[in-house]
């Protein structure tokens, strides 16, 4: 399967978050500074790729799930862009 640069960019970048969520939740648990920690992760993915929005928020709500921040992962609606 071929990616686009921008989508090899944005798999890196949501990597790295991942790493970054995984510190924090090992340092803080689910307490304030992790969900402070993960909202700048969210806001940073965001403005980087602004297209790919809902794609990202959902990705980082499954990662928070996974890492077991919240027992259900709250999804948002793809936009027909992001499908």
Do not use: I
């Not at 640069?5 to 304030?32: K, V």
Request: net charge neutral; proline share 4%.
């Amino acid at each position: 399967m071929l990616t686009t640069p921008n989508q090899d960019s944005s798999r890196r970048s949501l990597q790295h978050a991942g790493e970054q969520l995984r510190q924090q939740y090992a340092r803080h648990r689910c307490s304030a500074p992790f969900w402070d920690a993960y909202h700048q992760v969210q806001r940073e993915l965001v403005a980087a790729f602004p297209e790919r929005q809902a794609e990202l928020c959902n990705r980082l709500a499954v990662f928070a799930q996974r890492l077991g921040a919240v027992e259900k992962a709250q999804l948002l609606e793809l936009a027909d862009s992001e499908v």
